[in-house]
C-alpha cells in the first residue's frame, strides 16, 4: 500500500557529509510525521531526527547543530542533511512514516523504509 524507499547513504571520512533523502508512495491520504532513525551493530534503533507536516523539528541530543531534517510536502519526501559526520554515526539509517491511506483515512499506519548504510570512517 505504501513503500518508502531511502537513498545516499555510502562510505565517508570523519568530518565529512552526506545526505539521505525518503520518498513515500501509494494510496497515501496524508503523512503527519516523518523521520529517521538508526541501528548501530548491537545496538538499539534510535531517533535521530523527526517533523511534522507542520515543520516542527525534533532532534536527537547526539546530532543537534550537525543533522538538518527537511521535507517536502508536496513530493511526500524527506531529507536528511548530515555534517561532520562522526565513526559514531555508522549505523543504518530507517526512515519512518505516519501515514494515513485513503481507504481508511481515519487510520494512522506506521511505515519503515528498507533501511541505508551509512559509514563514517575515522
Known amino acids: 500500500q505504501v513503500q518508502l524507499v531511502e537513498s545516499g547513504g555510502g562510505l565517508v571520512q570523519a568530518g565529512g557529509s552526506l545526505r539521505l533523502s525518503c520518498a513515500a508512495s501509494?494510496?497515501?491520504?496524508?503523512?503527519?510525521?516523518m523521520g529517521w532513525y538508526r541501528q548501530a551493530p548491537g545496538k538499539q534503533r534510535e531517533l535521530v531526527a523527526t517533523?511534522?507536516?507542520?515543520?516542527?523539528?525534533n532532534y536527537a541530543d547526539s546530532v543537534k547543530g550537525r543533522f538538518t531534517i527537511s521535507r517536502d510536502n508536496a513530493k511526500n519526501t524527506v531529507y536528511l542533511q548530515m555534517n561532520n559526520l562522526k565513526p559514531e554515526d555508522t549505523a543504518v539509517y530507517y526512515c519512518?512514516?505516519?501515514?494515513?491511506?485513503?481507504?481508511?483515512?481515519?487510520?494512522?499506519?506506521?511505515?519503515w523504509g528498507q533501511g541505508t548504510q551509512v559509514t563514517v570512517s575515522s
Open positions: 517533523i511534522t507536516s507542520g515543520g516542527r523539528l
Open positions: 501509494g494510496i497515501i491520504f496524508s503523512i503527519n510525521v
Open positions: 519512518n512514516a505516519d501515514v494515513r491511506i485513503f481507504s481508511d483515512p481515519h487510520r494512522v499506519n506506521d511505515y
